[in-house]
């Protein structure tokens, strides 16, 4: 029955079986006519959904990819950058712009928390930055930073200010433009529910500007933005092979969440993290963040004491069908990550919590019977 198998974790996450039906579709050449229209219909679709009318770049790579090419077009080597980080892929940001020679200055946030806004102004204050980069969602934490009013102070200050919307885009709202966002990437794999293997960078003029302007070429060949800027206006003409199959799978999804329409989307999203959380909580279990900063995309859960996390999700898996996230860095062993993005829907979170209370008991941790399911269900039925 491995394919009634639910993947609950922050990416990547279940994919509907049409996009999958579409990659088996006949791979076609990546400059003919035919993929062209494919490519351009993505493209399309891809900037209603990060609601920006720049130039939105979907390549061959995951969502680090996304972050080096990110970066990398507009950083050169000594550049001031300012990276607030939460969380690990906060740390990656900041590790990234220092591959590339920037001096970084980092705020670090304590995981579970967002950053103080004055801080982050008093530090945009003491130097002349030129990009700020941020996490939207840390997904080893499941906090949603204030991605819109950190945008506005960076612009305030004339960074360019970088997002990292790996973990939010497709499933939260991120309006690219109207928030003043630059450049801002995301994976497949997540709310955009394909699967692993694509990533998507977008850039504002004010970000192609400094990408013309630069003294030195990025360090980056193939995540060079001018490189692609003839492809992305005539996709007939050739840089670098397309990953063809993949693009119909994003063709695809893309329109299954413009069908849907964002506003719903989001909805759905909100409403199904707010019913697990409840579920969590009605299971006895302390999260991570407060609700005022939690994501819609995933939730961080500790684990009672008592209960080992590899026999956890084992159990979760193997007596399931249910797969939920371990940790990373210092909450490793600690605490658990449900995802609950892309196509997620009701009957896949109350299974998720029905199956976390089952492999809890298992663990001899014994909440009250369908304490979970039951405090989910008074929210989903609000
Ligand atoms: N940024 C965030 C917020 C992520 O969650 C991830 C992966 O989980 C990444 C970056 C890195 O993406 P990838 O694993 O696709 O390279």
């Known amino acids: 029955m491995s394919e009634r198998n639910l993947l609950m974790i ?29 490519l351009k219909e993505t493209l399309s679709g891809l900037a209603q959904i990060f609601q920006t009318s720049g130039t ?19 950083i050169e080597p000594g550049d001031k ?19 590339l020679g920037a001096r970084v200055d980092k705020l670090e946030v304590p995981w579970g928390t967002v950053p103080l806004k004055d801080k982050v102004e008093k530090l945009l204050g003491a130097a002349q930055y030129k990009v700020m980069a ?7 934490t499941g906090v949603a930073n204030p991605a819109k009013d950190l945008a506005s102070l960076a612009n305030a200050r004339g960074a ?36 692993p293997g694509l990533t998507i960078v977008s850039f504002n003029s004010r970000a ?29 003409k050739y840089f670098a092979t397309h990953a063809v199959n993949m693009v119909y799978a994003l063709h695809e999804s893309c329109n299954m969440i413009l069908a849907e ?26 999260l991570l963040c407060e609700d005022q900063v939690a994501s819609d995309t995933l939730t961080v859960a500790y684990y ?36 609950h993005m892309g196509n997620v829907n009701r009957n896949d979170a109350l299974a998720t919590l029905s199956a976390i209370e089952g492999s809890l008991w298992k663990q001899g941790y014994k909440p009250e019977g369908g304490a979970g399911t039951l405090a989910a269900n008074r929210v989903l039925s609000e």
């Not at 950058?81 to 591959?99: C, K, M, P």
């Not at 941020?134 to 080893?140: E, R």
């Not at 956890?312 to 490793?332: H, I």
Request: with cysteine; net charge positive.
């Open 261 to 286: 329409s964002l506003q719903k989307r989001f909805i759905r999203h909100q409403k199904i993290a707010s019913a697990m959380r409840a579920g969590l909580r009605g299971l006895g279990l302390k």
């Open 10 to 38: 922050p990416g990547p996450t279940n994919v509907d079986p049409s996009v999958l039906r579409s990659m088996a579709r006949p791979t076609l050449s990546h400059t003919s006519g035919a993929f062209a229209n494919i």
């Open 160 to 195: 360019l200010f970088v997002l990292d919307s790996v973990c939010s885009m497709g499933g939260m709202d991120v309006q690219v433009d109207n928030w003043g966002i630059d450049v801002c990437f995301t994976g497949s794999q997540k709310a955009l529910a394909v699967p």
């Open 56 to 74: 939105v770049l979907p390549l061959a790579g995951t969502g680090t990819l996304g972050a080096e090419v990110a970066l990398s077009n507009i």
């Open 81 to 99: 950058v300012l990276v607030i980080s939460g969380g690990y892929f906060g740390d990656r940001l900041a590790e990234i712009a220092g591959n």
């Open 134 to 140: 941020a996490v939207h969602v840390d997904t080893s």
């Open 208 to 236: 192609l500007e400094v990408r013309q302007k630069r003294r030195t070429p990025p360090a980056s060949y193939y995540g060079d933005i001018n490189r692609w800027m003839p492809i992305l206006q005539d996709p007939t």
């Open 304 to 339: 009672p004491s008592g209960v080992h996390d590899g026999e956890f999700r084992k159990t979760m898996t193997d007596d399931y069908g249910v797969t939920v996230a371990g940790e990373l860095g210092p909450l490793k062993d600690k605490a658990f990550r449900v995802g």
